[in-house]
Each structure stands twice: as C-alpha cells, then as structure tokens.
C-alpha cells in the first residue's frame, strides 16, 4: 500500500495529512484540517469527542474525492483525557478536558495516601495536576464502578472506526498507572482508585494491525478501503519519532506547540529521587524507547493571548509585534501552575509581572515578547537539569512542531541556552505517525531510516547563538523570579 493518513489531532486544531514515497523522499498533503478546543459546561471543561470523530470521517471521504482509493491510517491525539464506556460500548459521559478544575488540589490530596516517592518509582511519571491518576481520582465513583472499559482518546477514536478496544502504550503510560518493571498496569494503584485491570484494554504497542475500518462507516460515508495501524498515538511520541537523524552530535529535542516538551530519548527509564526532584517524566516511546522529558507550559500563553485580544493578530503578526518590542523587559515563570487555565491569562501575566515589581506588558507585543524571552530562559533552565540528570553534553537543540516556524523564538533560544538551535520539520508528529505506518507496511525498514529519509525531505534551519551584552543580570533577574526574592 502506497497511501498513508496520519490523523493528527491537537488541542487546538487537527488535521488529517496524506504521505507517500516519491523518489526516496517523503511528500506530505494536508488533506483536512479543523478547529479543536473544549467549551465549558456547568463549570467543567469537555472536549466534544463526536465532533472529533466526524471530522476524521470528513476528512477521509475527502480523501477518496481526492482520488484515494486505499490507504493505511494511524491517529495520534493529546494524552491523559479519557473515555468511559458501558457494557454496550456506549459514551456513559461527555470526556472531561485535561485543564478541568475539578483536580485543583487533588494532587496534595493524593499524597496524603500515596506516597509520591512510591509512585513515581513505579511510574517514573512526573506530577502533574491533570494526570489521569488524579482526574480518576476525581472522577465520579458511581460512573467509574459502571465503567467496562476505559479507554485513552486516540483508543476510543480507533475504536469509533473500528470496534477493537486497545490502550495504546505511549499514550497509555502518561496515565501514571503503568509499572515500568511489569510493564502492566500497576495493581496497587488500580485498587487505590477502586478499578480493575479488565476494565481497561490490552497494552498495544505502536505498529500493530488493527484491521480494517468497519464496512459499515466506509459504505454509508463512501470511504476509501482502510487498514487501521496503531500509530503512537501520544502526540509527542509521533514528534519524537518525527525528529530527524543527527550524525556524531549530542542533541536534546523540543516539540514545541501547545506545550513545550523538552528531552531526550533513552533506551531505559530514569526513575531516581534525582529525576523526581526535578519533576522530568518517563513516558513510554515507540520500539522499546522511553521520552525522558520536561512539560513545559508552552504556546498555550500566546494562544489565550491573542484569544483574548479578539484574534486581531495572527500567530506570525504576533512574533513581528513581539520583535518590535523591547526584548527581556517582563519576564514569568511559565511552568507556574497560575498558567495553566487562568480565568483571563492577559490578566494573569500581567498580574505576576505586577507582582515581581516588573514593567507590566501592555500592548501584544509586548505581551507576546514577554512569552517568548520567558520560553527561551525556561528552556536554557532545564537542558541545565536535562545534562546534569543524564551526564551527558548537549551540543544541539533540535525543535520540532509549530514553534519551529517562530523564528524570533528559535533566535532568542539559541542566543540564551548558547546552543545552536535546528528548526523543522514543523510536521514533525505527523511524520512520526506516518513512519509507523510506513514500516508496517514494509515501506521503510526501521525507524532509524525513517528518521534519515526526514532528515534529507524537510528543510532545517540553524540558528546560532548570538552574544547578549547582559546575559549575566538577566539569569541573576530569572533566578530571583523563580526564587521569589
């Protein structure tokens, strides 16, 4: 089979991407693109899951207008949301989003009777609010007891197109329930959350055949003829994936989108009390690898701010205002928990630049300016801890995703880490996603080759660092915003 779909779903947009091979390079068509984002209801946030699944169906029977007879097609999604199903297989709920308030708290609950140092030795998963330990522990104790299955975003969709029922294991492990040493779902942790390991599919590793997309969707839709492969369906596990070769360079990467996700790929976990103190993770990777890395607040912050500004600047208009404007004058800590889902985020960085006795950002420049120089300092901050954890050098920081196409970001980046930054492909998790199906369907033979064929099909911008006069006062300056004094 020569046609491969990558369904790529954001939490801000998805679209679904058509690759092949023409002369030994890979070519790329967006096939469909749409809107994502969740919407509040009675005080809780929900992602609206049907309108997902119907726009992956539009998106194929526009593929088969396009002259797409047959293809192969993986998906990929954000992580730790979930959906529970009942006997029948039916939605008992609408799916609650990752930013929901309803884990406010719950984390330092938790802790009070588990211990984190436990779980994280278990999980070597880092703590975050909105991991699904803690939105199942929230979650309503009545619906999960009636739970048959329960399912990981990515999983259901495939399901929705398929019937088969699978927790896929990149995205699966982010849930912070699965055993790095019994590679399963750990017992202990699923009898703290009163749930049984039956009521969750099993483990399927990236590359598996799922079959074929049911009759019934391809017929009433007029669909072309699809074998489903299971992608790694971890969004920034296809990045990784999707990150070109380096030769003979140390190299740490960054997917950078709604989220910034900064690491390295190891071929074991690193679960010490070193890497639980600096809060990385250890997500589970595709072909045996694991995704040691730091979440990192991300183009979320511009994203509500140009929201909130009414959408009169695009992304790029922004960055053009944000070059204009005075560089290092505001500065937040983004990683801070307020920047998470603030009621007005404008609001709220202006408020902590208030707060810290700094020039309050006015315009969108200056607002944007203030995201971007925080961005590139945070980085610098943690490929420190990422060198010092794993004892070895980074010469390179390669940037994948839509933050590639930032060039003042990728400018300041590499000026403040001293590094020189590579920029591309921004389709990075896409290509991650269609390599896995590539090689399923014997197309390319490994992973390493994939990388190698990306390497030389996208172009790759170098930035190189570039001396500022008072880089010594300005860390003093975001020490002192992350120390409080």
Known sequence: MTNHIAVDIGASSGRLVLGTIVDGSLKLEELHRFSNGFTEQDGNCFWDIDYLFHEIIDGLHRAKLAGVKECTLGIDTWAVDYVLLDAEGKRIREVYAYRDRRTDGVMEEVAKQLSPEKVYAKTGIQQLPFNTLYQLYAHNREELAAADQILMVPDYLYYRLSGRKINEVTNASTMQLLNLASRDFDPELLSFLQLRREQFAPLTEPGEDLGLLSANLAEQYDLPDCRLICAATHDTASAVLGVPAQKGRSSAYLSSGTWSLLGVELDHPMNDSRAMAANYTNEWGAYGTYRFLKNIMGLWLIQEVRRLDGGRYSFAELAT?????????????????????????????????????????????????????????????????????????????QIVGGGANNELLCQITADVTGREVLAGPTESTALGNLAVQMIEAGRIADIHEARRMISHSFPIKSYLPQPLPELDQLLARWEQLHSGT
Request: negative net charge; aromatic residues 6%; charged residues 25%.
């Open 321 to 397: 205002l944000a070059g204009e404007s005075e560089g290092f004058r505001s500065l937040i800590p983004c990683n801070d928990p307020r920047f998470l889902n603030p009621d007005h985020m404008i609001e709220e960085i202006r408020r902590a630049c208030q707060e810290s006795g700094q020039p309050v950002p006015g315009t969108p420049g200056e607002l944007a300016r203030c995201v971007l120089d925080s961005l590139a300092l945070s980085y610098r901050s943690y490929l420190a801890e990422l060198e010092d954890l794993t004892g070895k050098s980074i010469e390179v920081l």
